[in-house]
C-alpha cells in the first residue's frame, strides 16, 4: 500500500507508468499471499498425517518387545525422522502465520530464571552435555510469551550443542537491568565465519553444507528464533569467532 506512487498531477505518461507500475505492486502482493496460503496449507495437511504416522510408530515401538534388532533400529529412525518433519512443518507454518501478522502471542509477566531453569533441565535430559547457568541472584521478571520463549532457548541451546564438540561446555547467562533482561547462549563450538553472521537468520541458510548436513537440521530455526524474538518485542544478536565459539543473545523488555 504505501509503496504505491501518486502522481496526480504527472504529465498522462507518467500517469499511465504509474498505474501499471501501482498495478504490478498489487499483482505481487497477492502472488506472495497466494504463495504464502498455499506453504501454511501444505504444511498444515502434511503434519496431521504425519502426526498419526508418528503416533502408530511410537505405540509399536512401546509395545512390541519381540522386534529384532534392525526392525527396532528400523521403526526408531522413521520415528525420529517423522518428528523431525513435523517440526520441520510447525516451523514454516509458524513463519507463514508471522508473514501474514497472523502469528498470535501470548504475553504473560513471569520469572525468567524459572523458564531458564526449565529449559536448561530439558535440554540436559536429551543431552549428556555440561550446560551451567550463570545468573544474578534476583529474580528477573519479563514480559513475553513463555512457551514462544522456551521454544527459542530450547533452539539456542540445540544449536550450541550440535556446533561444537562434545567435550565442550555450554553456558546460559542471565542479566537484567531496570529497562531490558537478556539472555546468552554461549558455546566454545565451532564458530561462524565472519562473512556469514549477517546472513544467518535467512530462512533455509546454512554455514557449510558439508559441515552441517550431518546434523539434521533444516536452516529454518534461526529464522524462527528471530521472528519470535523480534514478534515479543525483543532482539536478537550475534557474536562469533571461527574456531573460537558463539554468543547469541537475546534481548527482552522488561
Ligand atoms: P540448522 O541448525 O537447522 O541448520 P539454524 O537456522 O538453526 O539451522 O542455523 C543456521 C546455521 O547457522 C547452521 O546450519 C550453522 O551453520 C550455523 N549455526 C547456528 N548456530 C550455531 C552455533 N551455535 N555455532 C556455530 N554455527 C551455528
Redesign the pocket.
Same mark, same amino acid.
Given at each position: 500500500g504505501q509503496a504505491r506512487l501518486n502522481l496526480e498531477r504527472a504529465p498522462s505518461e507518467v500517469k499511465e507508468l504509474a498505474q501499471t507500475f501501482n498495478m504490478l505492486l498489487s499483482r505481487l502482493s497477492q502472488a506472495w499471499e497466494r504463495e504464502r496460503e498455499f506453504v501454511s496449507n501444505v504444511s498444515h495437511e502434511l503434519r496431521t498425517p504425519l502426526t498419526i504416522v508418528h503416533g502408530y510408530l511410537q505405540s509399536v515401538l512401546r509395545r512390541q518387545h519381540n522386534l529384532t534388532e534392525t526392525q527396532q533400529e528400523a521403526l526408531e529412525t522413521a520415528a525420529s525422522e517423522a518428528e523431525r518433519t513435523i517440526h520441520l512443518l510447525q516451523d514454516l507454518l509458524d513463519l507463514a502465520r508471522a508473514d501474514s501478522g497472523y502469528l498470535q502471542f501470548r504475553l504473560d509477566s513471569f520469572v525468567l530464571n524459572d523458564l531458564v531453569a526449565e529449559v536448561v533441565g530439558m535440554a540436559r535430559q536429551y543431552s549428556d552435555r555440561a550446560i551451567a547457568i550463570e545468573t544474578e541472584t534476583h529474580p528477573i521478571v519479563v514480559k513475553a510469551d513463555y512457551d514462544r520463549l522456551k521454544q527459542v532457548l530450547l533452539?539456542?541451546i540445540?544449536?550450541?550443542i550440535?556446533?561444537?564438540e562434545s567435550d565442550t561446555s555450554i553456558q546460559v547467562k542471565l542479566d537484567g537491568n531496570p529497562t531490558a533482561a537478556t539472555i546468552q547462549?554461549c558455546?566454545r563450538?565451532?564458530?561462524?565465519p565472519l562473512q556469514?553472521q549477517s546472513r !544467518?537468520?535467512e530462512?533455509?541458510?546454512?554455514?557449510?553444507e558439508a559441515?552441517?548436513r550431518g546434523?539434521?537440521?533444516?536452516?529454518? %530455526?534461526?529464522? !524462527?528464533?528471530k521472528t519470535l524474538v523480534e514478534g515479543m518485542g525483543g532482539s536478537v544478536t550475534l557474536r562469533?569467532k571461527l574456531g573460537e %565459539?558463539?554468543v547469541?543473545t537475546i534481548s527482552l523488555p522488561v
Open positions: 533452539n539456542l540445540d544449536n550450541a550440535k556446533y561444537s547462549i558455546d563450538g565451532y564458530g561462524i556469514h !544467518i537468520f530462512r533455509f541458510y546454512r554455514v557449510d559441515r552441517t546434523t539434521g537440521g533444516s536452516g529454518l %530455526g534461526l529464522s !524462527i528464533v562469533s %565459539g558463539s547469541f
